[in-house]
């Protein structure tokens, strides 16, 4: 059973940082190229960032561009995202999401995802 369980949300004021972590477990971590969307409320989920099942083939979305950097831990099957210079727009459920590491979906649609976790909560105040 694939599990994918984000942690590291929680309250910060503008400008303030959080590292986010995602625990795969029940999957061949190395295989999947991994993500990580957003759905603030009220609104559609959206693209934040893309890593490649090495590491490398990194994109981002252009609200986070400077701000965040994904990685990952393959020896901990382990996604990160650090979260600096957070803005009150941030505001969301962060979610990791794991791809298949040949599929030629396109990495920024949340159809192109097979596995998802439950999410953590992102509140930046003002």
């Known amino acids: 059973q694939v599990q994918l369980v984000e942690s590291g949300g929680g309250l910060v004021q503008a400008g303030g940082s959080l590292r986010l972590s995602c625990a795969a477990s029940g999957l061949t971590f190395s295989w999947y190229a991994m993500a990580w969307f957003r759905q603030a409320p009220g609104k559609e989920r959206e693209f934040v960032a893309v890593?490649?099942?090495?590491?490398?083939?990194?994109s981002y979305a252009d609200s986070v561009k400077g701000r965040f950097t994904i990685s990952r831990d393959n020896a901990k099957n382990t996604l990160y995202l650090q979260t600096n210079g957070l803005k009150p727009e941030d505001t969301a459920v962060y979610f990791c999401?794991?791809?298949?590491?040949?599929?030629?979906?396109?990495?920024?649609?949340?159809?192109?995802?097979?596995?998802w976790g439950q999410g953590t909560q992102v509140t930046v105040s003002s």
């Open positions: 999401a794991a791809r298949p590491r040949f599929s030629s979906r396109n990495y920024y649609l949340g159809q192109a995802y097979d596995y």
């Open positions: 890593i490649g099942w090495s590491g490398g083939d990194i």
